[in-house]
C-alpha cells in the first residue's frame, strides 16, 4: 500500500472522542446523562433543538432558562481556548441548536433570546390560568 493511501484511510476512519459521555460538538451524550442518572439520581434531557415557531411552552420554558442562566451570567467564563478554539463552555450552545459563540456579544445575544423565550412562557401560562379561571365560572 502507498503512503497517500495510507494516509487516506487514516482520515477516513474517525478519530474516537475523548469520552463516550461527551459529545465533542457540545453537550453530553446519552450514554452521559445515563452516568449522571446512575451517579446524582439527576434526569438530565437533551438540549431543545426545535425552531421557536415549533416549540411547546415547556420547551420555551427549558431553553430560556438555560440560556439566560448560561450566558446572561455577570462574568462569563472564556468562550475560547489558548489555541482559539471553542471552550466546553460555548460548545454548549450548539447542544441547544444555537449557534456557537465566539465573543461576550454572541453569547449575550443568546442570553436575551433565552430571556424574551421566559416572557413568552410567562404570557402563555397568564393566558392559561385566565382561562381555567372563566371556565370555572362558567361551571
Do not use: C, N
Not at 487516506?8 to 442518572?37: C, E, I, M, N, Y
Not at 481556548?81 to 447542544?95: E, I, M, N, V, Y
Amino acid at each position: 500500500m502507498s503512503a497517500t493511501a495510507v494516509m487516506h484511510r487514516a482520515a477516513a476512519v474517525p478519530k474516537k472522542a475523548k469520552s463516550p459521555t461527551h459529545d465533542p460538538q457540545g453537550g453530553l451524550t446519552a450514554a452521559g446523562r445515563a452516568a449522571f442518572r446512575r451517579s446524582d439520581g439527576a434526569h438530565l434531557k437533551p438540549g431543545v433543538r426545535r425552531a421557536e415557531a415549533e416549540m411547546t411552552p415547556e420547551d420555551m420554558r427549558r431553553k430560556g432558562s438555560w440560556a439566560a442562566r448560561f450566558y446572561g451570567r455577570a462574568t462569563l467564563p472564556p468562550l475560547v481556548d489558548a489555541k482559539g478554539q471553542p471552550t466546553r463552555f460555548a460548545l454548549s450552545a450548539h447542544a441547544w441548536g444555537e449557534p456557537v459563540p465566539k465573543t461576550e456579544a454572541a453569547a449575550r445575544r443568546i442570553a436575551a433570546k433565552g430571556r424574551k423565550l421566559l416572557e413568552r412562557y410567562r404570557r402563555w401560562k397568564e393566558r392559561e390560568a385566565t382561562a381555567k379561571t372563566a371556565r370555572k365560572a362558567r361551571r
